[in-house]
């Protein structure tokens, strides 16, 4: 509907300026008056995280992966949040499913490694950093992540 897409426009107007709260709000009216609109969920979910409203996050995205299973980004984005809560169990279980689905996804790699070496699960760790050259580009992650297997393999 016109309405729905006006509401959209608006809360992602809000959404580039950082306003996050309305951006948040006007991506719900619009999945109210649009309710096949079952992505809006992600947006939801993005503003909620930007917010550092972590556990909001993870209901949002798990609402997207109940319409989308295999939509990885909602899977890593709730390892991610797990991750700011400072549950690395879970944070590890939701970096895994997401590397289930795409095991090129170089980012997990580096967060499944970084949560496994917070876990004093250093073999782990260096392996999940390992997986993550073999995938990566971003070249100051790429040196980052040298130097943590570096230190970590020290360590044994």
Known sequence: SKHADAMQKLAGVFRDQGNFANAATYYAKTLEAAPDR????????????????????????????KAFPDHKMAHFRIGRAYNELRKLDQAVTWYEKTLALDENFAEAWMYLGYANKEKFKYQKAIQAFEHYLKTATNKR????????IFDLKSLQ
């Not at 809006?40 to 992966?65: P, T």
């Not at 992650?141 to 943590?148: G, S």
């Open 38 to 65: 079952k992505m809006l969920n992600y947006e939801i979910a993005e503003c909620m995280f930007s917010m550092n409203n972590y556990n909001g996050a993870i209901e949002k995205y798990l609402e997207v992966i």
């Open 141 to 148: 992650d790429i040196e980052m992540v040298k130097t943590e």
